[in-house]
């Protein structure tokens, strides 16, 4: 199946996925944490999967029989996407369409100025940001013996300093392995470099590649969003909960719910929820008596964040 959804995304709203390499995933890296399975096809050749026409043709039927159009059309398939050589004439065939395209690539391949063509293409890009140490890089990512850490941070910089769309990047955090504030001090001046729209930063949530991979918890979730924020960079959490920072609604269990799924909720913000909604202040408590919350500290500063420790 060439496209499928649409389903709803915190990052995109309403997403119709294109899956352009098919049978069994096909990286340039082996993720300990990866959610589509053990990397069977390990390559860093470009290739040529569907043709741009069997792409278009399947989006377009697909996108025939919805109702309401999706926000964004974006690949994500098994593997990753800029393996396929076609990618950039898929966009612009795509394109004719008149949704926004996006799409997430592991980032390893953007040292090759014909893939940085191919996204430049693309309103909206997410590349992987897991590690800025070559150690790290490769425990966590496992790229293909061939790539280097120079070649990817340097195609990461290059793309990002000439992309003119909507850049994101997005940290998968695993616990013991990449969750050290030193650690998450050196990523977070990589991606200032790179300064995206938004800096996300997520935890496994699906069954991983390999069993010994934990999620951290939320004390060290909120070390990584304080670390990010602190260099400057607008970043969300993606826990696995859709939240959104909605403000106030009215419903301040609904609003403590939200905005802990997208960030770490501060003691005055906490107050502001409490006091615009005219709620009681022992809230917080009862949500942490019922597992969906979390009180944690950072620098003598007490946070609130969604409990995903449960799930
Ligand atoms: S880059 Fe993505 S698809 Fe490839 S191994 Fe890592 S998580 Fe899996």
């Given at each position: 199946?060439?496209?499928?959804?649409?389903?709803?995304?915190?990052?995109?709203?309403?997403?119709?996925?294109?899956?352009?390499?098919?049978?069994?995933?096909?990286?340039?890296?082996a993720c300990i944490y990866c959610q589509v399975g053990a990397t069977r096809h390990y390559t860093l050749d470009r290739q040529s999967f569907y043709s741009p026409e069997?792409?278009?043709?399947?989006?377009?039927?697909?996108?025939?029989?919805?109702?309401?159009?999706?926000?964004?059309?974006?690949?994500?398939?098994?593997?990753?996407?800029?393996?396929?050589?076609?990618?950039?004439?898929?966009?612009?065939?795509?394109?004719?369409?008149?949704?926004?395209?996006?799409?997430?690539?592991?980032?390893?391949?953007?040292?090759?100025?014909?893939?940085?063509?191919?996204?430049?293409?693309?309103?909206?890009?997410?590349?992987?940001?897991?590690?800025?140490?070559?150690?790290?890089?490769?425990?966590?990512?496992?790229?293909?013996?061939?790539?280097?850490?120079?070649?990817?941070?340097?195609?990461?910089?290059?793309?990002?300093?000439?992309?003119?769309?909507?850049?994101?990047?997005?940290?998968?955090?695993?616990?013991?392995?990449?969750?050290?504030?030193?650690?998450?001090?050196?990523?977070?001046?990589?991606?200032?470099?790179?300064?995206?729209?938004?800096?996300?930063?997520?935890?496994?949530?699906?069954?991983?590649?390999?069993?010994?991979?934990?999620?951290?918890?939320?004390?060290?979730?909120?070390?990584?969003?304080?670390?990010?924020?602190?260099?400057?960079?607008?970043?969300?959490?993606?826990?696995?909960?859709?939240?959104?920072?909605?403000?106030?609604?009215?419903?301040?269990?609904?609003?403590?719910?939200?905005?802990?799924?997208?960030?770490?909720?501060?003691?005055?913000?906490m107050g502001e929820i409490l006091r615009k909604n005219g709620a009681e202040s022992g809230l917080p408590d009862q949500l942490i008596r019922e597992n969906v919350i979390?009180?944690?500290?950072?620098?003598?500063?007490?946070?609130?964040?969604?409990?995903?420790?449960?799930?």
């Amino acid at each position: 199946m060439i496209s499928f959804g649409p389903v709803p995304s915190r990052r995109l709203g309403k997403s119709l996925g294109i899956n352009n390499i098919p049978g069994d995933k096909i990286c340039t890296y082996a993720c300990i944490y990866c959610q589509v399975g053990a990397t069977r096809h390990y390559t860093l050749d470009r290739q040529s999967f569907y043709s741009p026409e069997q792409i278009f043709a399947a989006v377009e039927k697909h996108l025939g029989k919805l109702q309401q159009m999706p926000d964004y059309l974006t690949f994500v398939p098994n593997g990753e996407p800029t393996l396929d050589i076609h990618l950039e004439e898929s966009i612009s065939l795509l394109k004719k369409i008149g949704i926004p395209i996006a799409v997430i690539t592991n980032a390893s391949l953007l040292g090759d100025a014909q893939v940085r063509d191919a996204l430049s293409l693309a309103d909206w890009v997410s590349v992987k940001v897991d590690a800025n140490d070559e150690a790290v890089w490769k425990k966590i990512n496992r790229p293909h013996p061939k790539l280097t850490f120079e070649s990817y941070k340097e195609g990461l910089l290059t793309f990002a300093s000439a992309y003119r769309g909507l850049l994101a990047t997005e940290t998968m955090m695993v616990d013991g392995v990449n969750d050290g504030a030193e650690l998450l001090q050196r990523n977070a001046s990589l991606i200032a470099t790179i300064n995206p729209a938004t800096a996300y930063i997520s935890i496994p949530t699906r069954p991983p590649a390999m069993r010994s991979v934990k999620k951290p918890d939320e004390a060290a979730i909120n070390r990584a969003y304080q670390i990010y924020t602190g260099a400057g960079l607008h970043s969300e959490m993606l826990l696995g909960f859709e939240g959104s920072d909605t403000g106030f609604t009215g419903d301040a269990r609904e609003d403590i719910l939200n905005m802990s799924a997208v960030h770490p909720i501060r003691e005055e913000t906490m107050g502001e929820i409490l006091r615009k909604n005219g709620a009681e202040s022992g809230l917080p408590d009862q949500l942490i008596r019922e597992n969906v919350i979390r009180e944690v500290i950072y620098q003598d500063k007490k946070f609130w964040i969604r409990n995903f420790s449960g799930k």
